[in-house]
């Protein structure tokens, strides 16, 4: 499986302490781009390394050779320092991503309906938006309306953490921060998910990829955040409370995973 080495995990640790980011958003992020593998590289542009650089953005950040022969630990003060400038920013997922992509669009981020790159003629941006950038990203356009908008860098985040990488990584993440394993969450409810109980919504917020802690049925911090984080991207209001209208939209998206 090759994850990263176990340095990784403690200079992750560090430096989402001093940008003040969750680690676990900087890693699905990750795990979203390249699978948190250093030699990971995109013919389309040349972007390369853990959070697939741009050559033109390392050239800018000061580093001048191969970045895919560095480790995943020796990628990250370049990360640190990619990220650094909008660590104030950074307070979701989906903002991360966002930096990671396009970080000029930032103020988009609790927007999910914001178009970030169009083809002229898409349904949604007549004008289009970016247009050269959407067929080298066309991925990401999962309804097939010819952009790419913010709720859907969320959704690829979902889709790509799942599966033993993904396991493996979250788990030695968190313990690295004196968390239990979690092992394979998905699932949990194969048949009729609980969305009476916070404990059946904190498992079916796990299924989609966010990362709660212990899943204690209480509402803590992060149980809060991660259910504001989902209403965003899911066009809600962020009240980061399981109303009737934040569990339809978790079954709907947990549903979307394969699960029923």
């Not at 800018?60 to 191969?66: K, P, S, V, Y």
């Not at 998910?193 to 079916?204: E, M, N, T, W, Y």
Request: glycine share 8%; with cysteine; charged share 20%.
């Amino acid at each position: 499986m090759n994850i990263p080495e176990d340095s990784f995990f403690t200079e992750l640790a560090e430096v989402s302490d001093r940008l003040h980011v969750d680690s676990f958003f900087l890693l699905s992020v990750w795990m979203s781009e390249s699978s948190v593998k250093p030699d990971a590289y995109n013919p389309h542009g040349g972007a390369s390394g853990i959070f697939q650089a741009m050559p033109d953005t390392l050239k800018g950040l000061g580093f001048d050779g191969d970045f895919r022969a560095l480790t995943a630990t020796e990628q990250l003060p370049w990360a640190e320092k990619y990220y650094a400038p909008g660590a104030s920013k950074l307070s979701t997922r989906v903002a991360c991503y966002l930096w990671t992509f396009l970080p000029a669009d930032i103020a988009l981020a609790s927007n999910p309906d914001a178009v970030l790159v169009a083809e002229k003629g898409s349904p949604i941006c007549l004008d289009g938006r970016r247009p050269t950038l959407f067929s080298v990203n066309s991925a990401f356009d999962q309804d097939g309306n010819h952009a790419i908008q913010v709720k859907e860098l969320d959704s690829a985040i979902m889709h790509a953490c799942r599966g033993p990488r993904w396991i493996a990584i979250r788990d030695r993440m968190r313990a690295e921060l004196g968390l239990q394993p979690l092992g394979e969450v998905t699932g949990t409810f194969p048949n009729k998910p609980d969305v009476a109980s916070l404990r059946g919504i904190q498992a079916l917020l796990e299924d989609l990829g966010y990362q709660l802690g212990e899943l204690d049925g209480l509402m803590g911090p992060r149980t809060h955040d991660a259910l504001v984080v989902f209403q965003e991207a899911n066009g809600l209001d962020q009240d980061g409370l399981p109303g009737p209208q934040t569990r339809t939209a978790l079954l709907t998206a947990w549903r979307a995973l394969g699960k029923s």
